[in-house]
């Protein structure tokens, strides 16, 4: 359900904070690479919001957030909700707050024997729905991962 609601997004807007944003860059990123239409919702100085102007009935939302869920992130998907936008969340329980307001939500466990709390399932899941919709893409997404190439090629981005 969660792919399906970011296949048929015109695009796809991607929230995390604090520990939940190296995942909702990583599909910002990875997802971008295979030719997805996604913004990050980053910018310096607490802008990153500024980018859901833009975003309208047909785009996405997907956020990511654990315990302690941050008080922003819901209201963006409040916001976000409110403006039409399909809602999708990895979270890590069902009762975080993202789950009901959440078109589809997915589940990940953040337990760990260290003193902090694991993102890996959550990256993982991620990483899945990029795989998942830039599959769904087929050859769009085999010219954008081309031209990618070429690109890091002529720049000589890699040793």
Do not use: N, W
Not at 75 to 102: H, N
């Amino acid at each position: 359900a969660a792919a399906a609601a970011l296949a048929g997004a015109g695009r796809i807007h991607v929230l995390g904070y604090r520990s939940s944003y190296p995942v909702a860059c990583h599909f910002a990123y990875v997802y971008g690479l295979a030719g997805g239409s996604v913004r990050l919702l980053d910018g310096p100085g607490g802008t990153g919001p500024d980018i859901l102007r833009e975003a309208k009935k047909g785009d996405a939302l997907l956020a990511i957030s654990v315990k302690p869920y941050t008080r922003a992130a819901i209201e963006l998907v409040d916001y976000a909700a409110a403006k039409g936008l399909e809602v999708v969340a990895i979270t890590d329980s069902v009762v975080s707050p993202l789950v009901a307001r959440a078109r589809a939500a997915i589940v990940v466990p953040t337990e760990s024997p260290s003193f902090f709390h694991t993102m890996a399932p959550a990256f993982a899941v991620a990483e899945a729905l990029a795989a998942m919709l830039a599959a769904s893409a087929g050859e769009h997404a085999l010219d954008a991962v081309r031209a990618m190439e070429r690109q890091f090629e002529s720049l000589s981005t890699h040793i």
